[in-house]
Each structure stands twice: as structure tokens, then as C-alpha cells.
């Protein structure tokens, strides 16, 4: 599944790690461009703007 985490402080960061540890792709966004770029050499997709992150996640239909 792909979830998009916006906010890495210490919630977030540890939030996205361990949903990344159970499989999940993560797209991050924060305004302080270390806490992303720590989680892109975990393996997270990182976003330097909101218009980024938001252009980063695929696009799902939630109702048919």
C-alpha cells in the first residue's frame, strides 16, 4: 500500500519507518529538507514542496 506522510518530527519519522518495515511505500513531505532526505536513503519517496508530495502519490478510486 502507498501512504503519503506529511509532518517527520518524532511521531511522523518513526511512524514512516515502521509502515516501511511492514511493506508499505511511503511518500514524505516536511519542511526541513534533512528529516525528508533521512528517510529517502531508508527507502522513502521524498517530496521538497507540497505540490511535489502530492504529484508523487498514484491516484486511486476509493468509491466505485
Avoid: P, W
Wanted: charged fraction near 20%; charge should be positive.
Amino acid at each position: 500500500m502507498e501512504l503519503g506522510m506529511i509532518g517527520l518530527g518524532r511521531m511522523g519519522i518513526n511512524m514512516v519507518r515502521r509502515l516501511m518495515r511492514a511493506g508499505h511505500q511511503c511518500v514524505v513531505y516536511d519542511i526541513h529538507a534533512a528529516a525528508v532526505e533521512a528517510l529517502v536513503k531508508e527507502g522513502a519517496v521524498g517530496a521538497a514542496s507540497l505540490e511535489e508530495f502530492a504529484g508523487k502519490l498514484k491516484t486511486r478510486a476509493l468509491f466505485g
